[in-house]
């Protein structure tokens, strides 16, 4: 079966789906919730700042369905606060199709032993606990879709594994370890589990890492946002279970 995506004349890859966009001010977060509200899906904006998730909001609405906007902080929110934001995606969707996770953490290189405790926990909540938690609340709606996706966004663990990285490095491996742990868990039902691993982005969370800029295979986010879309669509079947690893404007 060919890729909607990729036939014009076929209906936008998400059409008719919604989906939840965690960490949606961020630098892949923005991009890829315009991406799949072009590919036509009605999606839910979670974040923490409120006047960058209202722009995204009015970027959004310029380009396909009406979004949701959800305002919520990660680092604070128990998991009656996840249970709440499914209740409220069920009361005003009536479905959910995909979720991906953007949101990340990550206060810069320091050595372990000078870290100080709470960002260290900070970071592992934020960017493991967290999205567990939002996960496991929403894979009940998810269940009742025909075809639904969970989409974690990765670092490359080859990278993050290295000396400073501290908190976020082992939250890295820990998401590696769920998507193969909950693809096992979940094979034979209706949700896939996906990795997303793009390549060196230009944000503000890459800026903390590297002052001067000088890779030149550092992309824009949106290079990497049609691969949300494959992983969110049907075609992400084909990387079901896996960590996937796209070209800079790869969507399939």
């Known amino acids: 079966m060919s890729d909607p995506a990729s036939n014009p004349a076929a209906a936008p890859a998400l059409d008719g789906r919604a989906v939840l966009v965690a960490g949606a001010h961020g630098g892949l977060g ?19 700042k409120l006047p960058r998730l209202n722009r995204v909001y009015d970027a959004v609405a310029a380009i396909g369905p009406e979004p949701l906007l959800y305002p919520l902080d990660l680092e604070g929110a128990s998991a009656d606060d996840y249970a709440e ?22 206060r810069g290189l320091t050595p372990l032993a000078q870290t100080d405790p ?25 269940s009742r879709a025909s075809d639904a996706a969970v989409v974690f966004a990765v670092d490359d663990p080859a990278l993050v594994g290295q000396a400073y990285w501290g908190g976020y490095g082992l939250a890295q491996h820990g998401l590696a370890a769920l998507v193969g ?14 990795g997303l691993r793009p390549g060196p982005m230009r944000t503000p969370l890459r800026s903390r890492a590297y002052a ?39 969507d399939g």
């Open 30 to 48: 923005a991009a890829a919730a315009q991406a799949c509200a072009r590919a036509g899906a009605t999606v839910v904006l979670l974040g923490r």
């Open 85 to 106: 934001l499914a209740a409220r995606i069920e009361g005003e969707l009536g479905r959910l199709d995909g979720l991906l996770h953007c949101a990340a953490e990550f």
């Open 118 to 142: 709470a960002v260290f926990a900070r970071a592992l909540h934020v960017n493991l606990t967290a999205r567990w938690w939002l996960t496991q609340a929403c894979l009940p709606l998810l």
């Open 181 to 194: 742990m909950l693809h096992q868990e979940l094979a034979n039902g209706p949700v896939r589990v996906s």
């Open 212 to 250: 001067d800029e000088t890779d030149d295979r550092v992309r824009d986010p949106a290079a990497y946002a049609p691969a949300c879309v494959t992983l969110l669509s049907s075609a992400g079947m084909a990387h079901r279970g896996q960590v996937w690893t796209p070209e800079p404007g790869q």
